[in-house]
Nanobody, 121 residues
Framework: QVQVVESGGGLVQAGGSLKLSCTAS????????VNWFRQAPGKERDFVAL????????YYSNSVKDRFTISVDRLKDTVYLQMNNLKAEDTGVYYC??????????????WGQGTQVTVSP
């Protein structure tokens, strides 16, 4: 099995930057891709970005495209989310979820506990 742990959240002013990490452990060779999601208070969890475990085909939601960059360091089994030009609406708990090879849906994804990002106006 695979476990993931998020880190790097914090409080930042609008226009600032943060870099989140999603570190995987266990049978990481079985990971196909990793998603980042976020959940603002009182709202549903929204997709932010994804990347294939081999580092290809990053994909972003329209709300973060051109501001966030997702990347993979396979030597560290870690996926990063570099967040620049942060806005108040980026505030929320950020989660990563690892999808295993051969999975056809999200039912077997491995989720972390989340890391809080707060952007002050």
């Amino acid at each position: 099995q695979v476990q993931v742990v998020e880190s790097g959240g914090g409080l930042v002013q609008a226009g600032g930057s943060l870099k989140l990490s999603c570190t995987a452990s266990g049978r990481t060779e079985n990971i196909a891709l990793v998603n980042w999601f976020r959940q603002a208070p009182g709202k549903e969890r929204d997709f932010v970005a994804l990347i294939h475990w081999i580092g290809l085909n990053p994909y972003y939601s329209n709300s973060v495209k051109d501001r966030f960059t997702i990347s993979v360091d396979r030597l560290k089994d870690t996926v990063y989310l570099q967040m620049n030009n942060l806005k108040a609406e980026d505030t929320g708990v950020y989660y990563c979820a690892a999808r295993m090879r051969g999975s056809i849906d999200a039912s077997n994804d491995s989720w972390g506990q989340g890391t809080q990002v707060t952007v002050s106006p």
